[in-house]
């Protein structure tokens, strides 16, 4: 019989010597919970596609936001579905559209999480783009005008941080000099600077209503096919001024996330998108997988892979698990 010397399974004898030589720890700490919020009264409105996730009033945003407080979660991530939506996506720059009313609401009754705001257009448009739409081409340098309104709006209602979510160019360095000017110089920057134009975000278009009405986003996110390019992308927002990093989706992406961290020193985020969840949900609704196992081996893969924060829609369950 052929006895091996060197014996790995050494160190996965007990729980106590694997917990030992764990290299990566999921905390609490890591988690950041999206929110989607809307000018409706009724409390609680089920996102079909997204078993456990609602559109919220701003009233049942507050309890639900003070629940993940108590559970230890350190931030949310905001998301509005506005009253009316119309083709320059004006509810996004009224500082009484429904993100600066949230943020109002939340700043004034719950404290201790940081309340992130994620600035883009394709919630506040009747044409679902992320910007204005100048001969079916989302205009690059007008939009950039229309994303610093937003931002210093998001500021102005007490927003702890502010999150582009756009891929357009010089939307960093736009935003930074904007809110600058207005004496938000404090104010961090988390850029959504490697997004890809994926399929992965079809939940979240249902929740949001925010599907494009013709074309598609390849215009501007990333093709999911290229990884050089995500470290162009993110070394340009470094330059601009971003605080954080952040790579979207996360679990199709690892090896950009893995690249992304040897690359850059800024903390780095990963967004655990809808899809991803959803796909977890509906296979663990069937009793095909154990969702609490499943759910954590994908957070705990996307730390491993690098990733400082995680945005995801597991936060809340995640945050009791790891309890
Ligand atoms: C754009 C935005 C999107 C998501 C976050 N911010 C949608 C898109 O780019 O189409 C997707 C998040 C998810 O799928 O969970 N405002």
């Not at 931030?75 to 509810?91: E, N, Q, R, T, Y």
């Not at 690098?306 to 829609?313: E, F, H």
């Amino acid at each position: 019989m052929f006895r091996p010397k060197i014996r790995p399974r050494r160190l996965r004898g007990s729980s106590e010597i694997r917990r030992m030589v764990r290299e990566t720890q999921l905390s609490v700490d890591d988690l950041i919970h999206p929110f989607f919020v809307t000018h409706e009264d009724k409390p609680k409105t089920p996102i079909q596609s997204m078993p456990g996730q609602y559109q919220f009033s701003v009233e049942e945003l507050i309890r639900e936001v003070q629940s993940v407080q108590a559970l230890g979660v350190l931030g949310v991530i905001l998301f509005g579905i506005p009253a009316v939506k119309d083709a320059v996506g004006s509810d996004s720059c009224d500082d009484n559209g429904i993100i600066q009313t949230a943020v109002r609401a939340l700043k004034q009754n719950v404290s201790g999480i940081s309340v992130i705001t994620d600035v883009c257009f394709c919630e506040y448009t009747d044409h679902g783009h992320c910007g204005v739409i100048k001969d079916n081409y989302v205009d690059n340098d007008a939009t950039l005008e229309l994303l610093q309104k937003q931002a210093v709006s998001h500021a102005k209602a007490g927003a702890d941080m502010i999150a582009p979510s756009g891929m357009i160019d010089g939307m960093v360095g736009a935003m930074r000099a904007a809110l600058d000017a207005a004496g938000f110089d404090k104010l961090p920057i988390m850029s959504y600077a490697v997004k890809y134009a994926s399929a992965f975000y079809g939940p979240f278009r249902d929740a949001v209503d925010s599907t494009p009405q013709f074309g598609d986003r390849r215009t501007h996110q990333m093709d999911p096919a290229n990884s050089r390019e995500a470290l162009r992308e993110a070394e340009l927002d470094v330059r601009e001024g971003a605080d954080f990093l952040m790579v979207k989706p996360a679990l199709s992406y690892l090896d950009v996330i893995e690249r992304i961290k040897a690359r850059f020193d800024l903390p780095l985020a990963a967004y655990n998108v809808s899809g991803e969840y959803s796909m977890v949900k509906a296979a663990a609704e069937r009793g095909w997988i154990d969702e609490q196992k499943v759910a954590l081996e994908i957070l705990t893969s996307i730390k491993r892979a690098g990733a400082d924060l995680i945005l995801t829609y597991h936060a809340k369950d995640a945050a009791k698990w790891l309890a």
